[in-house]
């Protein structure tokens, strides 16, 4: 195996635990290092397009040049002629879009990063000639998608964890008690009047064998459990059951239950307190 495939494999593999974590400033930064290691050159930064007026440089090495701030203009003119691709420089133009901070270097490789809510550049020089051959730059390809890769894939979490946040708020407040049991083995949820109703210690997720456990204790205490039993038979007699209305006579009160079916595997419980 050639030695730039097996940086990329390296490099793939040693970022494999942001595919678990969701921070991509750590990753960002945990990445550039890593790849200024793998390739050896002198020089690694992130330039942020913060604006239409600014672009600033984060996480650099040297650390000097920290918080230099750059026209995004000229860059962006440079990356559109491009085609917004990988720009490899074995010699580094006199003139170029970012001033003077490839003075006193050879070569220079500059990668977009756009996935996400990030929007940026990682841009890498060396002191000595780089030899950009296709080798070399396949690899710099990889490396972009991976980044990429982790970029989108932590905005889809996070936008699900802030939607999951938001439903789960609007359930919370609701009186009637929710039930769900996840007909996987493995998910099951309740709200708030369900974890007050099955006595369990909060709302939130929990397996289904405790749920189904803490239904039948509930059960169990009402006046008129076997018509229960009977109807909750029909209930999940197949997936597309549905009984609703069902009527449990509680020493204290009266309950009244509906079971119904969900897109995909499992059951929604929803029990409402009945005015006697």
Not at 11 to 28: G, K, P
Not at 94 to 123: C, H, Q, T, W, Y
Not at 130 to 143: G, K, L, N
């Amino acid at each position: 195996m050639a030695s730039w495939e097996r940086k990329a494999l390296t490099f793939i593999s040693q970022t494999s635990e942001w595919d678990r974590r969701r921070d991509i400033r750590t990753f960002l930064s945990f990445g550039i290092s890593l790849l200024r290691e793998l390739t050896g050159a002198y020089m690694s930064l992130q330039l942020d397009f913060e604006d239409s007026y600014t672009a600033r440089v984060k996480g650099a090495t040297p650390v000097y040049l920290d918080e230099l701030i750059f026209n995004p203009g000229p860059i962006h003119q440079l990356l559109e002629k491009a085609g917004h691709r990988p720009i490899y420089w074995t010699q580094i133009p006199e003139k170029n879009a970012f001033e003077d901070l490839f003075e006193a270097l050879s070569s220079a490789v500059i990668i977009p990063v756009r996935a996400g809510e990030v929007n940026a550049l990682i841009v890498l020089g060396w002191s000595d000639i780089q030899a950009c051959d296709p080798s070399f730059r396949e690899f710099m390809d990889t490396v972009r998608t991976r980044m990429e890769e982790v970029c989108r894939q932590a905005q889809i979490e996070h936008t699900s964890d802030k939607a999951i946040t938001r439903y789960t708020s609007i359930l919370n407040t609701l009186s009637e008690a929710l039930v769900f049991i996840g007909g996987d083995g493995y998910s099951g949820w309740v709200n708030i009047a369900a974890a007050q109703i099955l006595q369990l210690e909060g709302p939130g997720e929990y397996a289904p064998a405790v749920l189904s456990g803490a239904m039948a204790v509930l059960i169990q205490q009402a006046l008129n459990k076997s018509e229960i039993a009977g109807l909750a038979m029909q209930a999940f007699a197949s997936p597309a059951s549905r009984v609703e209305n069902m009527i449990w006579k509680m020493v204290d009160r009266t309950l009244e239950a509906s079971c119904l079916p969900v897109e995909g595997k499992g059951k929604l419980w929803r029990i409402v307190s009945v005015k006697q």
